[in-house]
C-alpha cells in the first residue's frame, strides 16, 4: 500500500476550512473515498460539501 496525501476544503459553519491529510491506500480512487467518507461522518458532511482539491503520493 502506498500513502497519499489529500488536501481540500469542507464547508464549516463560517465558511471554508482548509485540510491536509495523509493515508494509506492501494490507489488514487481508494484514497479520495477513504478521505470522503471519513470527513463525512466526523464533521457530519455530505460529500457535495467537500472538494477534493488534490491527490498525490
Given at each position: 500500500?502506498?500513502q ?14 482548509a ?16 478521505v ?22
Open positions: 500500500m502506498s497519499f496525501t489529500v488536501t481540500g476544503r469542507f464547508q464549516a459553519r463560517d465558511g471554508y476550512a485540510f491536509e491529510t495523509t493515508v494509506d491506500a492501494e490507489n488514487e480512487d481508494v484514497a479520495r473515498e477513504y470522503l467518507s471519513r470527513l463525512g461522518s466526523q464533521h457530519g458532511l455530505k460529500r457535495t460539501q467537500i472538494e477534493l482539491t488534490e491527490v498525490s503520493q
